[in-house]
């Protein structure tokens, strides 16, 4: 209701009164229209009748509190925008026009540019906004003195969401988190400054790992601001999608959403590594191994080759009667135990056998070596392998194998009895 008029009339400054009766007694009858759409008849006849009233501003305030209770947003929305030009610190004028910005869709510039004038305002003045005198009757001190910091973070929040509907995507970043900053528990908050990190993808794609987070926050913070159930699950689902394109797999997702609940903004020391580092680093560490172990690099190109989907045809073409280079292998078994005719080796792997070496025809190594004991050999040709489990057999002759030890046991000297003189 908006019984202010007849008080404002009763009650205001001597300098201020109605023109006459009439003006008197129009102003007094608005307050007992039962709709909106009576009292807005009434308060257009006063503004026909009395343009230059002395309570042009009390019927301004009229006006807007109407323009609410109808619904008619954009009418509210200017008829505050004009309260502003007579007190720029009028509560309701700038609520009004901090709430009505996200009602517009879309808003126009001008809309949006007064909108951000009215929260910078807010900002910068709150102690005269809010001043004690300025206090309305059904508030406490306490209450009022409060309203401040939530106006601020609010005012803010304003602000970013203003840059974002402008496409200007790098301010409403910086604009966003300073509302986080002001207060963290802002679940949309969070859910729109991921949208306006991802949309600079293109021009800075280091960025990517950034939005991931502000998601994350926006799917699993739960508490006091935080989105709807059925928000943080689709957010949830987009961001499972997102990280895996963007890291590869989900690996580290879990720990993604634990750090973000508990955290509006990523920690200092925050990262996700894309697709792109993580193969360049995997690529690094693979040309590392192979400088560092040339021999073991070859194995591996060798077993890449076999186990690949044209294995047989490398097989072929680079195995099968070729003499192989110098590999290093450590002992499985043997056959027979004593004197071998036969080695199965571990290559790559200790323990794990990929390697059959038989000696070629008639030869045998003397005595035995334990398992796990390590020889070299050189030469060996090519004559079969499986893709699974994976193994190669080679025949190779004997002096093309280094580092063996067994020894053959010299057989006893039979003794043979003296004959009696």
């Known amino acids: 209701m908006i019984a202010f008029l007849s008080c404002a009339v009763a009650q205001d400054k001597p300098e201020k009164k109605p023109k006459d009766q009439a003006e008197y007694d129009l102003i007094t009858s608005i307050d007992k229209q039962p709709t909106p759409a009576e009292r807005l008849a009434r308060l257009e006849k006063w503004s026909k009748d009395y343009p230059a009233s002395d309570f042009a501003d009390v019927r301004l305030k009229a006006y807007l509190i109407t323009y609410q209770q109808m619904n008619r947003t954009k009418d509210a929305f200017s008829t505050a925008t004009e309260m502003l030009k007579g007190d720029p610190n009028d509560v309701l004028a700038l609520t009004t026009i901090l709430s009505y910005i996200y009602a517009f869709n879309p808003p126009s510039a001008q809309d949006l540019d007064t909108a951000e004038k009215a929260c910078t305002h807010m900002i910068g003045n709150l102690d005269a906004?809010?001043?004690?005198?300025?206090?309305?009757?059904?508030?406490?001190?306490?209450?009022?003195?409060?309203?401040?910091?939530?106006?601020?973070?609010?005012?803010?929040?304003?602000?970013?969401?203003?840059?974002?509907?402008?496409?200007?995507?790098?301010?409403?970043?910086?604009?966003?988190?300073?509302?986080?900053?002001?207060?963290?528990?802002?679940?949309?908050?969070?859910?729109?400054?991921?949208?306006?990190?991802?949309?600079?993808?293109?021009?800075?794609?280091?960025?990517?790992?950034?939005?991931?987070?502000?998601y994350a926050r926006a799917a699993s913070y739960e508490g006091p601001g935080s989105l709807p159930a059925a928000n943080r699950q689709q957010i949830q689902t987009f961001l499972t999608r997102a990280y895996k394109q963007y890291h590869g797999s989900d690996d580290g997702l879990d720990k993604l959403l634990a750090t973000a609940k508990t955290n509006a903004l990523p920690p200092a020391d925050f990262s996700i590594k894309d697709i792109a580092t993580i193969k360049r680093e995997e690529i690094e560490k693979e040309n590392a191994a192979r400088a560092a172990n040339p021999m073991m690099a070859l194995w591996t190109d060798l077993k890449t080759g076999l186990t690949g989907e044209n294995g047989q045809a490398y097989f072929d073409e680079h195995v099968k009667d070729a003499a192989l280079p110098k590999f290093k292998g450590t002992i499985v078994s043997m056959t027979p135990a004593i004197r071998p005719k036969e080695l199965i080796l571990a290559i790559e792997k200790a323990g794990v056998a990929d390697c059959t070496l038989k000696l070629d025809e008639g030869q045998s190594l003397p005595g035995k070596m334990e398992k796990g004991s390590e020889i070299e050999f050189e030469g060996g040709v090519g004559t079969a392998f499986t893709k699974e489990p994976f193994m190669v057999v080679l025949t190779i002759d004997k002096a093309k194998i280094a580092g063996w030890t067994g020894r053959n046991t010299p057989t006893p000297k039979k003794t043979v009895a003296k004959k009696k003189a």
């Open 129 to 214: 906004i809010y001043a004690p005198n300025k206090k309305p009757a059904d508030k406490s001190p306490d209450q009022w003195e409060k309203l401040k910091p939530d106006m601020k973070v609010f005012a803010q929040r304003t602000i970013g969401y203003i840059y974002l509907a402008r496409k200007d995507n790098e301010r409403a970043e910086a604009e966003l988190t300073k509302a986080l900053q002001l207060d963290p528990n802002q679940g949309q908050v969070s859910a729109w400054l991921a949208g306006v990190v991802l949309a600079q993808n293109k021009t800075k794609p280091e960025k990517q790992q950034f939005a991931l987070f502000h």
